[in-house]
């Protein structure tokens, strides 16, 4: 994938933000704006605390579900060896750790909304389906589920390198979702404002021009990285953000924005958080492998919201024409 395939695959709105901004004003919720601006919004207090209790109910059957090996994840995603020598969830035994929970950072458990339908339900939770729903012009699908315990300590990077498994690369987005309050002690998230609004050539090279990340990439290729993003934060001058949300709060992020998981303070608090990929249902529909290029293969079919389906463009345009209205008329009877 070249950077032009990606920049013609991104969403509708971006496009139109990007060349057409004053007509992108006039269609799109202020929500959006600030997305398609910063690559990043927040929802405060958003999600519905009794369904955040019920997830916490659930979580207490992690560990019984990892001894029986249902529960797949990964520990180390940067492959910190200093953190743990096994690599994935059911080796954990072997590092002496018995209940996954006392594990330190860098553990992350995949599709937890397989397992538990409160799971499944905050990541279809309306505040953030109805906001995907309008960057995407059609019904968002989850392309996987990630819940921490502790600080991911991921470096910097953007997802759509490494999520790539569905067919219009730029249709992708993220929610992270706090399952607590979280301290800036505990290795909180980390984000740069803008970063998403990549031109061509402004791209990785991972692979002859390529744009994706893979599993063969080598060594010297991926440390690459890290060194053409802290280049490219000092020459663009973004300054980073760091999240520390209450639990209740939302923040959806852009599929290219530079973000990732800082060191914890304070090895012994938890940073538990969800945190849920998402593309337009309509890519999924087109996918037969669950594999796109030279990404990685994925075993299980999508998942989409049940009250949704994906629309044709004019039915999209029609309802973001129709969103725009509604606000012109309520801002008419709140100025009246
Ligand atoms: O929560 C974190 O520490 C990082 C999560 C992340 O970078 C991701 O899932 O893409």
Redesign the pocket.
């Known amino acids: 994938m070249l950077p032009d395939q990606y920049l013609s695959s991104l969403t509708l709105a971006e496009r139109l933000y990007r060349h057409q901004p004053q007509i992108a004003e006039q269609i799109y919720s202020p929500e959006l704006l600030q997305f398609l601006r910063d690559g990043v919004v927040i929802f405060p207090q958003a999600l519905d605390l009794d369904l955040l209790d019920q997830v916490d109910a659930d979580l207490h059957d992690l560990p019984r579900l990892a001894r029986t090996s249902l529960l797949h994840g990964m520990i180390g995603i940067d492959g910190k060896a200093d953190h743990y020598e096994a690599r994935v969830l059911r080796n954990l035994p072997m590092l002496g750790v018995t209940d996954l929970r006392e594990a330190g950072p860098g553990l992350k458990l995949n599709d937890l909304h397989r397992y538990f339908d409160s799971a499944r339900a905050l990541a279809f939770a309306n505040p953030i389906i109805r906001f995907l729903d309008e960057l995407f012009g059609s019904a968002p699908a989850l392309i996987q589920s990630?819940t921490?315990w502790k600080?991911?300590e991921?470096s910097l990077?953007q997802?759509f390198s490494y999520v790539h498994h569905h067919s219009r690369l730029g249709h992708l987005a993220?929610a992270?979702i706090p399952l607590e309050d979280i301290s800036d002690q505990a290795g909180p998230?980390v984000y740069y404002k803008g970063s998403h609004l990549l031109e061509s050539h402004q791209f990785y090279d991972w692979h002859q021009g390529g744009i994706l990340a893979s599993r063969d990439t080598d060594a010297e290729t991926a440390a690459g990285y890290d060194h053409y993003l802290e280049t490219l934060i000092g020459e663009r001058g973004w300054t980073p953000s760091i999240y520390l949300p209450r639990r209740g709060d939302v923040l959806i992020w852009h599929g290219a924005l530079i973000?990732?998981?800082t060191a914890m303070g304070d090895p012994d608090l938890t940073r538990r958080?969800y945190?849920c990929h998402y593309t337009a249902a309509a890519n999924h529909r087109a996918m037969a492998q669950h594999r796109i290029g030279d990404g990685y293969d994925f075993s299980e079919p999508p998942s989409l919201p049940e009250t949704m389906r994906s629309r044709s463009l004019p039915s999209r345009l029609m309802s973001a024409a129709g969103r725009r209205l509604k606000q012109l008329i309520t801002g008419a009877r709140s100025h009246a």
């Open positions: 990630l921490f600080s991911s991921q990077h997802d993220a992270w998230l973000h990732g998981g958080s945190v």
